[in-house]
């Protein structure tokens, strides 16, 4: 009867983690892959550079390494068949020479080496990883407000972007129908103009582009990409709200400026519905003439 290893044999099992380069618990793993976590996959603080620059010197070595590990896996595989046919052809010359030395032994330990390496070297990644984490808990005050405050500028630019595409918007149109004017005028035609305000002029291959065929005013989309950008400036998802509600009360003025962007936005979506209407009404008005 052979011995048969048992299958929650914990020593074993956290000798082939180790040989993997990996963590020894399922909860060590994880928690190493947070601490690698970045947004974007960069920080805007140049203090921070040097943990990245030292962990991304380190995972390209662990890149190479298993480059190394893969090349002696598959001439360990073949290591067998190829010391059976040294040790044939030695034996058919009469045994002329040294016996040849078996290649499995030397790879097995070459492979032992590798996957010694890799261990080490998602060690030293994650150790570099904590003093990170470390760094930005000593500091977490100043880089919340500066993130903030970087995030808040990044808004107003974005919402000034938008208006910015409105009004080059507006400008285009009113030069384009200058110049069909120019070329046409005074022939009556040059009443019977484009649909100015639906987006792409109601032409199927422009809405098709945002999945619908619906006709869609382009003030509506602009409206759309304002509310869009408003919410990604203070966008959480549910788990990440609970913890951020749990750390820390809203402040006064963080409250103030929520309930400004609230009152903004109604303001301006009202303002909107308005100036559609005397659009539809103008555009209906010269269909009839």
Not at 204 to 232: C, K, P, Y
Not at 237 to 256: C, M, V
Not at 280 to 286: F, K, P, Q, T, V
């Amino acid at each position: 009867m052979t011995d048969r290893m048992p299958v929650n044999d914990q020593s074993r099992v956290l000798d082939t983690l180790r040989g993997l380069g990996l963590p020894p618990t399922l909860d060590a793993a994880e928690a190493q892959t947070w601490r690698r976590w970045l947004p974007g996959g960069k920080v805007p603080w140049h203090e921070l550079a040097s943990f990245e620059n030292e962990i991304a010197e380190l995972e390209e070595r662990h890149r190479e390494v298993e480059r190394e590990r893969d090349e002696i896996a598959a001439r360990l595989q073949g290591a067998p068949a190829q010391d059976t046919e040294a040790l044939a052809g030695w034996e058919r010359s009469g045994r002329r020479g040294a016996r040849p030395e078996p290649s499995q032994p030397k790879f097995e330990a070459e492979l032992k080496r590798c996957q010694d390496d890799l261990y080490a070297l998602h060690a030293a990644i994650d150790k570099v990883s904590a003093e990170r984490v470390a760094h930005v808990e000593k500091h977490r005050s100043r880089l919340v407000r500066e993130a903030e405050e970087a995030a808040e500028k990044a808004h107003e630019r974005a919402v000034h972007a938008l208006d910015e595409v409105a009004e080059a918007r507006e400008a285009l149109v009113q030069a384009r129908r200058v110049s069909v004017w120019s070329r046409l005028y005074p022939d009556p035609v040059i009443g019977q103009e484009p649909v100015w305000p639906q987006l792409g002029g109601g032409r199927r291959s422009v809405l098709e582009l945002l999945g619908t065929q619906n006709l869609i005013a382009t003030q509506h989309v602009l409206e759309a990409l304002r509310a869009d950008i408003d919410w990604i400036a203070g966008a959480v998802t549910s788990a990440q709200a609970s913890k951020l509600e749990g750390s820390r009360p809203l402040t006064q003025d963080e409250r103030e400026r929520a309930r400004d962007r609230q009152i903004d936005e109604g303001a301006r979506l009202r303002g909107q519905l308005a100036a559609d209407r005397r659009t539809g009404g103008l555009e209906d008005a010269r269909r009839k003439l």
